[in-house]
C-alpha cells in the first residue's frame, strides 16, 4: 500500500522521484550476495574433503555465480560504493586464500603458492587506498582468474595439472604486479614533472 502512495506521489511530483532512495532491503542486497559466499565457503570446504563431489561443484558454482551476481544488483540498484566494491574484494580474497590453504594442506600445491596469492592481494589493498584509481588491465581480472584455478583444481587431477596452474598463476601475478608498480611509478613521475613547471 505504501510502495503505490509513493508511486503515485513520484508521478505527481518529477522532483520527488530524484530524490527517493532504493529500498533500505534492497540496498544492502549486494553485500548479502557477497556474504553469501563465506556462508557457503564451510560446507564447500567439507564437501571437497570428504569428497562430495557434486555437492562441491554445486557450491562452487554458486559462489562464482554470487561474484556476478553482487556487482550486478549494486549497478543495477545504483548503490555502488567503495565500501561495497572493498567488501567484495575481501570476500573474494577470504574465499581463494581459503581454497588454496586447503589445496596446500592436500598436497595440491606448494606453500609459497598461497603466499604469493597472499602478496598478491595485500600489495592490491596497499596501492588501492591511494586516492586516484589505479589502472591494472591485468589484474582487473586476476580475481577471476584465481576462482578459474580453483574451479580447474576441482575438475581435473595429476601432479603436471597442478604445475600448469602454479606456472600460469606465477606468470599472470608478476604481470599483475608489474603493471600496478609501472603504473604508480609512472605516475608518480608526472606529478613530480607537473610539480616542477
Known amino acids: 500500500m505504501q510502495q503505490r502512495l509513493q508511486k503515485k506521489q513520484l508521478n505527481k511530483s518529477p522532483d520527488l522521484k530524484a530524490k527517493v532512495k532504493p529500498e533500505a532491503s534492497l540496498e544492502y542486497l549486494p553485500s548479502l550476495v557477497s556474504m553469501l559466499r563465506l556462508v557457503i565457503l564451510p560446507f564447500f570446504i567439507y564437501s571437497f574433503l570428504s569428497g562430495l563431489t557434486l555437492l562441491g561443484y ?17 549497478k543495477k540498484l545504483q548503490v555502488t560504493s ?38 598478491m592481494y595485500a600489495q592490491f589493498a596497499i ?3 591511494s586516492l586516484e584509481v589505479i589502472y591494472d588491465p591485468v ?26 596452474v602454479t606456472l600460469t598463476l606465477v606468470a599472470v ?15 608518480g613521475k608526472n606529478k613530480k614533472d607537473s610539480v616542477k613547471r
Open 82 to 119: 567503495r565500501f561495497g566494491a572493498y567488501y567484495d574484494a575481501t570476500v573474494d580474497a577470504v574465499f581463494i586464500i581459503t581454497m588454496f590453504g586447503v589445496f596446500f594442506v592436500s598436497g595440491y600445491y606448494p606453500y609459497w603458492v598461497l603466499l604469493l596469492i597472499l602478496f
Open 58 to 74: 554445486s557450491l562452487f558454482l554458486f559462489a562464482v555465480i554470487s561474484d556476478f551476481a553482487d556487482g550486478y544488483f549494486a
Open 127 to 129: 596501492t588501492s587506498f
Open 139 to 164: 589484474g582487473k581480472y586476476y580475481g577471476s582468474l584465481l576462482y578459474g584455478a580453483i574451479g580447474l583444481t576441482l575438475l581435473f587431477s595429476g601432479q603436471a595439472f597442478y604445475n600448469f
Open 173 to 187: 601475478s608478476a604481470a599483475s604486479f608489474f603493471s600496478r608498480l609501472s603504473y604508480c611509478l609512472y605516475s
